[in-house]
């Protein structure tokens, strides 16, 4: 009984992360993007019409065109992050907006060949913390994205950033 | 006199890159952050009263910290970086607010001893992109912090994020 006791704890205990960190599933059918909550930053922006306050993340690729000003078109390997969050107002701050709650994570992947059938970019979100993948097509993404169909469809201008290593 | 060209160009072609990235000089007599421009992200602001949008980026230790929620008090090892750019509007999408230009990078460096008579933290900024170093002392600083003396000095709470590798 004690035996079965410690095999069972130790099966638990060792299965249980792994599960806790498996990737969610596809957005669109686009592999979810792991480690992104670590990548170099692209820009931010805050929108008065929906209330919300969002950073700009890039893959490699993406973040060096971006510091070099090789961006339109974004070239093929980059991944466009835009991490969404419900502005709140700063308590110590009253002047200050910052993040309130999480609200989503949407992607923009770049493979003119793949994606030639909406406009070289795969388009994918996935919502809350807890990563739930949204299936409901490219072409609500892209409707929203057309006033930028002349900026390779990226509503984000890079931020300008000091030269470094 | 051919040769000597040849000489001189190879001279300059390998020490002009190195002279390029050589880093700005200590501020408040803290060491210039190489690389800070690829951190993760901790928050996101936008401050309305002097028109200035953020990101407040980490070292790896400051990052997990905020990631685990144990910030008050931040442990020693931790960096924090704010960038700040002026605000602009975003011509694609006229309720949306983004990075104009580059303003300047400041950082916090928590060393409970070391920096002991300053609260535990050091306190440095680097102006414009020539991130010229500010040296006027670390009291400027604080005095503007001190709303948030009861939160380790720091206003910055961190953002949620879905977790992740």
Redesign the interface.
């Known amino acids: 009984m004690r035996l079965k006791k410690i095999i069972t704890t130790s099966f638990l205990l060792s299965v249980l992360p792994a599960l ?2 498996a990737a969610p599933s596809p957005s669109n059918g686009i592999t979810y993007q ?8 692209i ?7 929906n209330s919300t ?3 700009i ?1 890039g893959n490699k690729v993406a ?1 060096e065109a971006a ?1 070099a000003g090789k961006t339109n078109p974004w070239p093929d390997g980059s991944i466009l992050g835009k ?1 969404v ?1 419900k502005e709140k107002q ?1 308590k ?2 009253l ?5 309130g ?2 609200g989503h ?1 949407e992607f923009m992947v770049k493979d003119s060949t793949k994606y030639s059938k909406t406009h070289g970019w795969g388009w994918a979100r ?1 919502l ?4 739930k993948p949204f299936n409901e097509g490219a072409q609500s993404c892209i409707s929203c994205h057309t ?2 169909k002349n ?1 390779d469809w990226v ?3 890079p ?7």
Chains 1, 2 share one sequence.
Do not use: C, M, Y
């Open positions: 806790s960190i792991e480690g992104w909550q670590n990548w170099a930053t820009a931010v922006s805050h929108r008065t019409d306050i969002r950073v993340l973040v510091r991490i969050w700063l110590s701050w002047a200050g907006t910052a993040p709650d999480f994570a996935w809350g913390l807890e990563q006033p930028v900026h509503f984000t201008e931020a300008q950033f000091p030269k470094g290593k």
